[in-house]
């Protein structure tokens, strides 16, 4: 190479350190609300699909329609980002997966299925404080810079010209946050969760109790809390960073969170069980600490999870369950439908009748009275040997 | 709607299905043989490879009418449960709108408007009736008629914008599922 030609190729190679210096410099992250803008046209591009994203998630009907519940997920954000407050909104999804995600322009979305199964506001906080930390350390648009995130992400908008909900709502995983974004974003999280005045010894708990739960199950959704080795991960940092903190903190009081999200959570049993989803409700539902801080009527959804299981012996759980559930909150309607249906199908016709009678005394309206007059009078007729 | 296109799209291209053709004669035979019914004359049919048949007559984004069997064992694919001739309606009519909500995300939000028994082709059988929002937020209406036989797991949906098409060609489903006939001529006895 002549020495002309190494020294344009040193320029060359210069320049390009020189640029590079500049991209990461303008990576930088977030340091409060009013700095939480795209630095380049680059950015401003994936803010642009983010918020089409938003449009998509908003227009699909799949949020959760809860103002005190949005007010209180925001409540906690902030306490977690007081100087990003404004720049990063968090909505409830209304899904059973165990799922939250970040998008690049400060939009973050927690699966009701997620919020049920903490146990209190420091786990709740453990991972908002996760998803927050995605935005101001401006991962979505540092993911958007590797080509393999930029196919998934093409592959998705433009094959179909929209994205599809399901891939949206995989969208960590679309953008594929790299596991030192992940450590990062479980370091500064972890930090956020201790300044804000959280037990951080709260923090393993939360992915311990996922990693369980994603066992049992053998989920394989292509979520990120669903994934089994990043769960593993995210327990062994969160262990080892709370493992120096004192002992002490807020937000641990089971029955204040309890307070606070126990319609979601029915929501979430009702909506888990009308999916087919038994298993998933069993294992919370079989925890009496968890059963306790339902309403009275709860056991109701126990046996209804039964039902659905079928598994041997499950006949007679979801009896059980019911029964209970009578006793505990004797004019919950459903329960006297449930107890009908199961009577005329284990044989015992008058205590069908009498049960499905109730249940139209009780719910005079309900939208399956046709079905449930069909039962009755399949009941009687058998009763009478007919 | 845009996966039944794409569907259509990729079966076709691969050659392994014949292309759609408008309905001339409306006595229609299942493709498996299974059932007759009377499809709207004008309208375009298509089966898919699982033997499943589609027809519309504005296109099938705008209306579709879905008419399908499977065994009773492969009734409900991603809840992975089985139908049964023995089922009371409204249980079947439970594991088909899990089924749904299955499908996808915004179906996973469906609200159910109605559901009812019915009796279908002599036989007892549910109809319900579904909306939920496509992403661009959309409001789709999906009436399904669902029943079990021993011989398998019937059912015949239609679906549309609720916006102009659902109300403009309900009365033609309506008509297509009172056609409906199991060519099975050994009829079970009703629950």
């Known amino acids: 190479m002549a020495r002309n030609d190494r020294i344009a190729l040193a320029a060359i190679l210069v320049g390009a350190a020189l640029g590079m210096a500049d991209v990461l410099a303008s990576l930088a992250p977030f340091s409060e609300a009013g700095g939480a803008r795209p630095a380049s046209e680059d950015e401003q591009r994936v803010w642009s699909q983010a918020q089409e994203f938003s449009g998509i998630i908003g227009k699909s009907g799949v949020l959760y329609q809860d103002g005190a519940l949005d007010a209180y997920l925001q409540q906690v954000m902030d306490s977690l980002f007081p100087e990003f407050r404004g720049a990063i909104r968090v909505r409830a999804v209304q899904a059973p997966q165990l799922n939250a995600f970040a998008l690049p322009d400060g939009a973050i979305y927690v699966n009701t299925g997620l919020m049920a199964r903490f146990g209190n506001e420091a786990q709740l906080a453990t991972v908002l404080a996760h998803e927050g930390t995605h935005f101001t350390h401006r991962h979505g648009f540092r993911s958007q810079q590797n080509l393999k995130s930029n196919a998934a992400f093409a592959s998705v908008t433009a094959m179909l010209g929209v994205p599809i909900l399901p891939q949206l709502l995989a969208i960590s995983s679309i953008f594929g946050f790299s596991r030192e974004m992940e450590t990062e974003a479980d370091q500064v999280g972890y930090d956020r969760l201790q300044k804000a005045g959280y037990d951080p010894h709260e923090s393993p708990k939360v992915f311990e109790h996922l990693m369980r739960e994603v066992k049992a199950e053998g989920v394989d959704e292509p979520f990120f809390f669903a994934s089994h080795p990043k769960l593993k991960e995210r327990v062994d940092n969160m262990t080892r960073f709370s493992a120096r903190a004192p002992a002490g903190g807020g937000g641990t009081s089971r029955a204040d969170y309890a307070r606070t999200v126990q319609k979601l959570r029915v929501d979430n049993l009702e909506g888990m069980l009308s999916m087919g989803r038994a298993k998933s409700a069993l294992l919370m539902l079989e925890d009496p600490d968890h059963l306790a801080e339902l309403p009275p009527y709860a056991p109701y959804y126990l046996g209804e999870a039964y039902r659905l299981r079928g598994g041997e012996g499950d006949s007679l759980r979801s009896e059980k369950a019911y029964l209970k559930a009578l006793a505990d909150a004797p004019d919950f309607a459903p329960t006297y439908r449930a107890l009908g249906i199961h009577f005329l199908k284990t044989g015992q016709y008058s205590e069908s009748i009498r049960h499905l009678t109730r249940y139209l005394e009780v719910a005079p309206d309900a939208r399956d009275r046709k079905y449930v007059e069909n039962y009755l009078q399949i009941a009687r007729n058998k009763k009478e040997g007919r | ?191």
């Open chain 2, 1 to 191: 709607m845009r996966r039944i296109l794409l569907a259509c799209a990729a079966a076709f291209l691969a050659g392994c299905v014949a292309p759609p053709a408008r309905v001339d004669v409306s006595e229609t035979r299942a493709p498996d043989q299974s059932y007759m019914v009377d499809l709207p004359t004008g309208w375009i049919k298509h089966t898919q490879p699982d033997k499943t048949l589609l027809v519309s007559r504005d296109g099938f984004p705008l209306q579709t009418i879905i008419l399908a069997h499977a065994p009773l064992e492969r009734a409900f694919p991603r809840t992975k449960k089985a139908a049964s001739e023995t089922m009371l309606p409204s249980e079947l009519a439970e594991l088909y709108i899990s089924e749904l909500k299955n499908r996808d995300q915004q179906l996973s939000v469906l609200k159910v408007i109605e559901n009812e028994p019915v009796r279908l082709d002599g036989r007892d059988g549910f109809r319900s009736r579904v909306s939920y929002m496509t992403p661009r937020g959309l409001e789709m209406h999906h009436v399904s008629y669902g029943l079990a036989d021993k011989s398998g797991f019937y059912r015949i949906e239609y679906a549309a914008p609720k916006l102009y098409y659902f109300d403009r060609t309900l009365g033609d489903f309506e008509k297509t599922v009172a056609s409906f006939r199991l060519t099975n001529r050994e009829k079970t006895a009703t629950k």
